[in-house]
């Protein structure tokens, strides 16, 4: 194995009430690397994502973070959640969640000091948040929420920053920001930056690495290694097509043997309906 | 305003003796360890939407506090009690989930309740204390022996303590349980060791406001501060200093009502109080609906 590996995820499979959601999932992961796990709804990401942060158990498998299995509360890893609405009435400025990024899980009231500010201050700027950074942040956008959010995990200095579909609910806008954001993140920070989504082409220009998960089975690399039809067709169990269209990626279900697709088309990561 | 514009402001409505009588100095020390209590408490059961548990806990304190009466000993040791085993089933069968929690608290609720309406009975009946129900249900801040104020002192320090200790992982977990689990807090455990807290703050606020009122303490306040800031440090503080006036205030209200008709009586406090709060939160809305009139014109 490669020592330099921030994160490895090794023949991961979950069975949850008798279906398996995982099956001998493996990829890695290394330090500065921008990687997409790309999947459509129900494909198997939020499982992934919860058993790399130990919220879930595997059947099978085992996951390392910097070569060591991961322990209970990891400092390594940094979690952005799927979109919430947060409550314009809780009393939280921008500045109040990042500072609970360095140090929630401790015992007794934080205690202000200029070096803290100071620090909460440089996470804001470097997300560009700094503007609203005594604003509530239930009042903020879901792109300006998702900044104060990436600023939180990352003020605890984590080597992985794992993002669960922060693209949903953006505008077009706001995702290209939000996602520029990461990869410079990722390439200045050096840290490794795992992103779920549904729809992959926001992600096509950041992405280094992409994972690509279908009915519980993922396939990993490059962009050009995975996001092949003979690849895909193996995932997906069925001949699927991969289309360049003005330079937008597009996985379709291929004509004639789509017999286990049918009705699925919609679901495939990267397809849209045009009627 | 000067301190002694103050006073002339107030002085009408001070009647001779409210600082001389003892009962109103132990009704000012445990009103104002009370207030604290709640509104520090308070403020995390609103943003955590638990409410309802703090509901359920002043309605099932109804019924340990009238059967220690009927045991012959205080009604905070009742309220304690059945605080705890309440939090306790709360706990067992999951108040924190929504699905199921509201039929399972209701059929609870319900049983409680109906127990508490025939202790109730057996208080007036057997013990002849007319003012039982009145005493549970209202609360009795006039009527505390000097003796009681340690142990106030002590259950609200123990509330406190709580509190502060978990301060940083319950504002995270309130934010998100998911990001929170993801550090490696234990959200179950916190959100135990809270409902324990409020526990201790309810069973304080039943013993001052009464019972079924507590939630008044609890949640008005903290609902009134959330309004006026968006520090959650400065919300805590600014509803306990809220909690204190109201209850301060309420306090002198019903100690002048004494000379209000029907003269010789006195007002219930519990009803100045509970009035004051709601005052307190209607007028924290003022600021934004001005802004938002200002706006829209």
Redesign the interface.
């Known amino acids: 194995m490669d020592a330099k590996e921030i994160l490895s995820v090794e023949g991961i499979s979950v069975r949850l009430s008798g279906r398996e959601i995982l099956h001998e999932v493996s990829f890695a992961i290394r330090p500065g690397e921008f990687t997409g796990l790309i999947g459509s709804n129900g494909a198997g990401k939020t499982t992934l994502l919860r058993v790399i942060l130990g919220l879930q158990s595997a059947n099978a498998g085992r996951v390392l973070l910097d070569g060591r299995p991961r322990s209970h509360r990891n400092p390594l890893i940094g979690y952005v959640p799927q979109k919430f609405l947060l409550d314009p009435d809780m009393p939280l400025r921008a500045r109040d969640l990042v500072g609970l990024g360095i140090d929630a899980h401790r015992f007794g009231i934080p205690r202000p000091s200029r070096a803290r500010r100071a620090l909460i201050d440089q996470m804001l700027e470097a997300v560009d948040a700094l503007s609203f950074a005594d604003t509530r942040v239930g009042l903020l956008s879901g792109g300006e929420q998702q900044r104060v959010l990436i600023a939180h995990a990352l003020i605890a200095r984590p080597k992985l920053l794992l993002l669960d579909e922060p693209l949903a609910n953006l505008d077009l806008r706001a995702g290209h920001e939000v996602v520029a954001l990461l990869a410079r993140i990722a390439s200045e920070q050096q840290i490794a930056v795992l992103i779920s989504a549904h729809e992959m082409n926001a992600l096509l220009p950041a992405m280094d690495r992409i994972v690509y998960i279908a009915g519980g089975r993922a396939a990993s690399g490059t962009t050009a290694e995975v996001v092949r039809a003979d690849v895909l067709s193996e995932l997906y169990g069925s001949h699927v097509d991969v289309l360049n269209v003005h330079g937008r990626v597009l996985v379709v279900a291929g004509a004639g043997d789509d017999a286990d697709l049918h009705g699925h088309e919609a679901a495939l990561p990267g397809v849209e309906i045009v009627s | 305003m000067s301190a002694g514009a103050i006073g002339a402001l107030l002085a009408p409505l001070i009647e001779p003796g409210f600082f001389a009588a003892e009962d109103v100095h132990i009704a000012i020390a445990v009103g104002a360890i009370v207030a604290i209590v709640s509104g520090t408490v308070g403020?995390f059961t609103?943003?955590r939407s638990q409410s309802f548990a703090g509901e359920a806990l002043g309605d099932l304190n109804t019924t340990g506090g009238s059967a220690a009466l009927l045991a012959g000993v205080g009604p905070l040791w009742g309220f304690v009690a059945a605080g705890l085993v309440a939090a306790s089933v709360m706990e067992l069968i999951g108040i924190q989930r929504p699905r199921g929690r509201d039929l399972a608290t209701g059929i609870v609720l319900g049983a409680g309740l109906g127990l508490a309406a025939l202790l109730l009975y057996l208080d007036t009946t057997l013990h002849n204390t007319t003012g039982a129900t009145a005493t549970i249900l209202f609360g009795s801040v006039f009527t505390f022996s000097s003796t009681l104020i340690p142990l106030v002192a002590l259950l609200g320090v123990a509330a406190l303590t709580i509190v502060?200790?978990?301060?940083?992982?319950l504002?995270?977990s309130?934010?998100?349980a998911?990001?929170?689990?993801?550090?490696?807090?234990q959200v179950r455990l916190l959100g135990s060791a809270y409902l324990l807290a409020l526990a201790l703050a309810v069973a304080l606020a039943s013993i001052t406001i009464g019972t079924i009122l507590s939630t008044a303490l609890l949640v008005g306040p903290a609902a009134t501060?959330?309004?006026l800031?968006?520090?959650?440090?400065?919300?805590i503080l600014l509803a306990g200093a809220i909690g204190i006036a109201a209850m301060w205030l309420g306090e002198l209200l019903a100690y002048d009502s004494f000379y209000w008709p029907p003269a010789g009586t006195g007002w219930p406090v519990s009803f100045f109080v509970v009035t004051l709060i709601f005052i307190g939160y209607l007028l924290s809305g003022a600021p934004e609906l001005a802004r938002r009139r200002s706006r829209g014109a």
């Not at chain 2, 502060?164 to 992982?169: D, E, G, Q, T, V």
């Not at chain 2, 998911?178 to 807090?185: F, K, N, P, T």
């Open positions: 403020v609103v943003i502060a200790a978990l301060y940083r992982p504002l995270l309130s934010v998100s998911e990001m929170a689990a993801a550090r490696g807090i501060a959330l309004r800031t968006k520090r959650p440090g400065v919300a």
